[in-house]
């Protein structure tokens, strides 16, 4: 057998992992790279529309399929990408952020090359990249086998990107030293716990289990990072201590389970949750949650420090609220999550369950003639949402929205509530769809959103994917309105006020072949739409009129002070 | 008059400069910044359709107007522009990039904020936006009056970005100390250069001058930037000494002036013009050519170190070829390349011009029934373009063939050929449409470029702009199947070939109204399209079919090797 080049061998060591697919946009310097995949029989090439949307798509193969490849060129390319490859360290999704750089001797030459700043230095940017990954590897033929053994269990420990630069005349010599044939992403070694500190968090943990009387989980999105779902719901049979999920949690389990309490988001969550939630004598955090302002009704969440057990990935905090910064009356460490959850589910007491009201779906609402309005468009969404569905919501009041949709049993939900980065919707999607093409993709999109990232449309349509896309337009960036206090259309900011674009019309403009692309404005037409779209094999993209003057709630002041810490929402002038 | 706050202090103090557009994407932290533009009537703020276009844009008024204004929101917003910031730093765009940070009582109270990693940590990224700004501020009521003061002068002193953040609190607030009314960009303080240091440099430059026999000027694009055409033109005058431009100098001096000898361009330039500079007994570098590959016919040009002066905006190097890293024999600054040339001016010999022959435009090609292909293409552009024209070339064929387009007298040309950025283009016109709406943008796009940036369309309507953009369709990312060494349609990379869109359907789908836009396939409908265009006076978007074995001329072996030095093109496997 040859042996391979650095790009061959990193392009087949990922491979093993079980990713199939790489995005990115091909480039000079990146040539060596695109060719291994181009040669690889295990991946496939999806070419994106631009960097940015090929690390959103990067960002939604990665939360299903367990990882992700993105392969950009370097400086242009990877700085291109690196607002996408940010939200997937801050959202935990391991992408390996492949960049193909100017060989070792144009670098040593000082050459005035293009894609820098013509100043003979092509290794300026070496620490920047950094920012967006927990770690970083450069390429050598003496170093890639050991680098990449090293990368790989960053990511995977980690869940969080990891940047890998190969110079150009690196990645065509061979690899130095046997390559390693690696195991399947569900397989890989990732951090373990120590002995002595995982005894020591269990007995903590059963010490307060042991006194406490209503206690309640609240499981982070990290538990579906991780892969962990079928140990959370152990855990919860064995002990019926009620869940309730934070924004970021939303689709972890499903949502029919009988231990759901429904959604908790401090002030803004229903009482029966609230309740429960923060009138527990013990709350366990299992994944770290992050007390963002999605996960906490903007900061309105009241959980006392003392009261609760943070399960992490790798630690366990007793008496901390990590919002708070505080620490707490002991911390283990390295412990493994997934440890802890096995013995608790053996260990832990059981708990009598209390009792409360199911979270309850979007009731009905609005008349077929009438036209559609936020209301009755997740009225609708909430009627249309089967199991077989991968729900995914951009930021935005399509968020907002989707989030208060109860989803069937099997149904999953996907959006980017902490990075909060709009248009991530549209571009993810291609990664969605590819990772799982046994599901059906539902995106619901704003229209001020769409417009970052609506060239992804024609990439979605070249691959052959079959997403069904709701346009919500209403001219305007509503949740800009909703998050500086205004609700009354008459004082739309001008700078919130969007290019109105015919929105129906991108997908046959993008060369979108056989999709079903229609524009609504009545509750019948939408519902007409909806029930079509669904008996088609192929792609639909419904654009629903909203009107400029369905904008939703505005938070209240206290609110917003309250999330933004400004005193004065308008200046004196 | 009420003191203004810091917000409203920063966009007044930068409307002083004579800038009147600001481009960006509106944010939650970045709010009283918006809302500072939105009262402004002197500023009128530009949507642009994501961050990336919002930067290109910026390059491309900046470029015009002397200097521009960004304005993103923190972290998703600042990185997602990054890429084209770093651009605007290559090429020497000032822009001010401003961002719009959480309050610091936020930042302090180590909230897990939504747009961040939701660590606690709200100021990691302080320092990774300095890579693409030559000066960064992070304002405060107290310092805000001050900074401005600073990175204005480093800007218009260094004819690049600066960065300037804004914590949503302190935006609020009155600026403390007495506002500064500043002058216009023209008349604005830059550096200044020291008399003995002046002295020196130009005694070493006149002892040159005085036993140069053969001396050739290479203008550098710097001078457009400092806009100093003027001045050196009338150093032409003075001296008689012939000019060549480099690639990234192209349209600095009218065409047609006597002492045009053409573009150089190493090895790919005409016989007559590398004689000529490379025969050269000194070579004047006005301004710091960037030895970079486009400038040089990838690394090809044949001058030595010890003939060349460079006369650098704030330097002067004496025997000293920025390429090759050497120090010469003398330098001198602080030294404004303004004063040297209105020195030499005065002072330098006049030189006997060497007889040459003038650049030929390109001939006339293609029967009008036959299908378009690369030559015809640019032999029609050549006929098109008129004096009031701004023709822009985006990176990739379309630039090589633009590049050798004659430029009537008055017709203007911008490119981002160090960068090299595939898509700034298309976005890139938004702003060098409104710095001057008296002039015609004609763009020359190619597809696979296209894809990346064209929701901006979408911008260009809705601002009424009336570009003529020429669209050329092949299918194929048809530079780097150059740069790869191929130049056989059959041998194309799978990742090179594009999704296939309908781009003539673009511009109604975003909105566009009344836009004439056309697919062609013929010369004649070409030609017919372009007349038609030139009379209308809107906006025109003309889709050229090119197909995909139209690919260019490869560049050879040899020439690919000495660009990327790599030396085998091609792996074993």
Redesign the interface.
Known sequence: M?I??V??YVIDRLADLGIRHVFG?????A??V??????SDRLT?I?C????NAAYAADGYGRINGAAILSTTF??GA??A??GV??C??ERVPVFHIVGA??T??TR??????????D?NLD??RG?NE?SACASAYLTPQNAVPEMERVIFEALSQRMPVYIQIA??YA?MPVVGAPVRGVPLAEAQTFSSNAEELDGAMAAILARLGKAKSPVVLPAYTIARYGLQKELEAFLAATGIPFATPAMSKGLLFESHPLYLGDYNGEMSQDDVRKIVEGADLVLDIGGV??????TGA?SAHIESSKVITIRPDHVEIGAL??T?GRGDASYGPVHMKDILAALTRQAPKFKTPSFSRPAPIPAAGASDNKVTDTSFFSQLQQFIEPGDTLVADTGTGDLGASAVRLPDGAQFQHA?????I?WGTAAILGVGLADPSRRVVLVQGDGAH?????QI??I??YGLNPIILLRNNGV?GI?EI??GNSDPAKI???????????H??P????CRDWFCVSVETNAELDAALKKARTLPGASYIEVQLGSEKLLPALPPEALERL?????P????
């Open positions: 040859a391979p080049t790009a061959e946009v091909p480039g000079d310097f040539f060596p695109d060719d291994a995949v181009e040669a090439w070419g529309s631009n960097e940015l400086n242009v700085a291109a690196l607002a940010m939200g360290k801050a100017p060989s001797r144009l030459s000082r050459r005035h090359m293009h894609h820098s700043y013509g003979g300026q940017f920047y920012v150009e005349d065509l992050v007390y963002c302002d999605p996960d900061f990590a919002e910064g509530a902490l990075w909060g980065c248009g417009q970052l990232t609506a060239n024609g990439t349509g070249h960036f800009e998050v500086m900011k001008n700078y919130d006020r969007l290019p109105l674009w015919q929105y019309k991108l046959e403009a993008m060369g933004y810490q400004v005193k004065a308008k200046t004196a002038s």
